[in-house]
């Protein structure tokens, strides 16, 4: 698996240094949906590791934290991007919260996007028993888009380049035994109407 771009380095040693405080305010899993993917991609902060790596660094691309807790300054948008996103991925993340309760936040996720990667959390969904997600509308790096390849997405759009997409190799051979049969039907169709001319010349 290819390793990850490095996230802002203050916030790695933070979120290595604290694991406790990390787990309680923060996402612990997550597991990614969508298009291309044959089974869902599952990363964890725990245990520590090159999965720790990629989790810690998914998150803070996608603009997780600015879009459940409210931030000085504000980068989301409650507005959607203009343009094109492409196909939608989603991210489930596990959200452990007091009294051993456990809240599932959901985050679309447009890693490819024109000219940046885009996410979305619907606002208002609860967490840690009386919190709301800010919610709303993240542009993002390509950081976000090279995270993702690493984790298991396809590099480009599926069906797409290397994308797993429409079997157009099946389509070929399929087309060919079509004509095939056609012309084999059309054949068969001339040499009886001959047999039969020849038969009433006779």
């Given at each position: 698996?290819?390793?990850?771009?490095?996230?802002?380095?203050?916030?790695t040693?933070?979120?290595?240094?604290?694991?406790?405080?990390?787990?309680?305010?923060?996402?612990?899993?997550?597991?990614?949906?969508?298009?291309?993917?044959?089974?869902?991609?599952?990363?964890?902060?725990?245990?520590?590791?090159?999965?720790?790596?990629?989790?810690?660094?998914?998150?803070?691309?996608?603009?997780?934290?600015?879009?459940?807790?409210v931030?000085?300054?504000?980068?989301?948008?409650?507005?959607?991007?203009?343009?094109?996103?492409?196909?939608?991925?989603?991210?489930?993340?596990?959200?452990?919260?007091?009294?051993?309760?456990?809240?599932?936040l959901?985050?679309?996720?447009?890693?490819?996007?024109?000219?940046?990667?885009?996410?979305?959390?619907?606002?208002?969904?609860?967490?840690?028993?009386?919190?709301?997600?800010?919610?709303?509308?993240?542009?993002?790096?390509?950081?976000?888009?090279?995270?993702?390849?690493?984790?298991?997405?396809?590099?480009?759009?599926?069906?797409?380049?290397?994308?797993?997409?429409?079997?157009w190799?099946?389509?070929?051979?399929?087309?060919?035994?079509?004509?095939?049969?056609?012309?084999?039907?059309?054949?068969?169709?001339?040499?009886?109407?001959?047999?039969?001319?020849?038969?009433?010349?006779?």
């Amino acid at each position: 698996m290819k390793a990850f771009l490095l996230v802002p380095f203050a916030v790695t040693l933070v979120a290595l240094a604290l694991p406790g405080a990390s787990l309680a305010k923060g996402a612990s899993e997550a597991e990614i949906v969508g298009p291309g993917l044959d089974n869902p991609i599952s990363l964890a902060v725990q245990p520590v590791g090159e999965e720790r790596w990629q989790f810690l660094q998914l998150v803070e691309t996608t603009g997780f934290y600015p879009a459940v807790f409210v931030r000085s300054p504000d980068p989301m948008l409650d507005e959607r991007p203009a343009g094109d996103l492409g196909p939608k991925y989603t991210i489930t993340y596990v959200m452990p919260g007091p009294n051993n309760e456990v809240d599932h936040l959901v985050q679309d996720v447009y890693p490819y996007a024109e000219p940046d990667p885009v996410t979305y959390v619907a606002p208002g969904q609860r967490f840690f028993g009386t919190e709301r997600t800010r919610g709303g509308w993240y542009v993002s790096t390509t950081a976000l888009k090279d995270n993702l390849v690493a984790a298991g997405l396809p590099r480009t759009p599926p069906g797409d380049g290397d994308g797993p997409g429409f079997p157009w190799t099946l389509a070929g051979v399929l087309s060919v035994l079509v004509v095939a049969v056609v012309m084999g039907v059309l054949s068969a169709v001339r040499i009886r109407r001959g047999r039969q001319t020849r038969t009433v010349t006779a």
